[in-house]
Nanobody, 119 residues
Framework: QVQLVESGGGLVQAGGSLRLSCAASGSFDSINAMGWYRQRPGKQRELVASMTTDASTNYADDVKGRFTISRDNARNTVYLQMNNLKPEDTDLYYC?????????????WGQGTQVTVSS
C-alpha cells in the first residue's frame, strides 16, 4: 500500500508564504514524477507544479515566479514553496505521485490540504 501524506496548508494573509510538503510511504519500487494540483468546488483538478526525477519542472502560468517545487528523492518527499500568495490561490491542494510497483506505474493522490489566503 502507498500513502501520500501532505502537510503545511493553512490560513495566511495576502503577500504571505506557505510551504507544502508531501511524503510518500509504503511499498514501491520507485517514484517518477511528483507534483501538486488544486481543485475548486465544481471545477476539475488542475496542475499547479510538477517535477520529474531529473528535476524537469512544469508550472501553471499564474504561479510562475511565485511558487517553487522541489524534491528530496532520498526522503520520497515533494515540496511546494508558495510566496507572494494571493486570495485567488485559495484552494484545496493535492499531492500527486506516479509510482512504480512491480514494474507497473500507478497514480496516487494525497488527501488534500487547504490553503486559504485572506485579502
Amino acid at each position: 500500500q502507498v500513502q501520500l501524506v501532505e502537510s503545511g496548508g493553512g490560513l495566511v494573509q495576502a503577500g504571505g508564504s506557505l510551504r507544502l510538503s508531501c511524503a510518500a510511504s509504503g511499498s514501491f519500487d520507485s517514484i517518477n514524477a511528483m507534483g501538486w494540483y488544486r481543485q475548486r468546488p465544481g471545477k476539475q483538478r488542475e496542475l499547479v507544479a510538477s517535477m520529474t526525477t531529473d528535476a524537469s519542472t512544469n508550472y501553471a502560468d499564474d504561479v510562475k515566479g511565485r511558487f517553487t517545487i522541489s524534491r528530496d528523492n532520498a526522503r520520497n518527499t515533494v515540496y511546494l514553496q508558495m510566496n507572494n500568495l494571493k486570495p485567488e490561490d485559495t484552494d484545496l491542494y493535492y499531492c500527486n505521485a506516479n509510482i512504480y510497483r512491480s514494474y507497473r506505474r500507478y497514480n496516487y493522490w494525497g488527501q488534500g490540504t487547504q490553503v486559504t489566503v485572506s485579502s
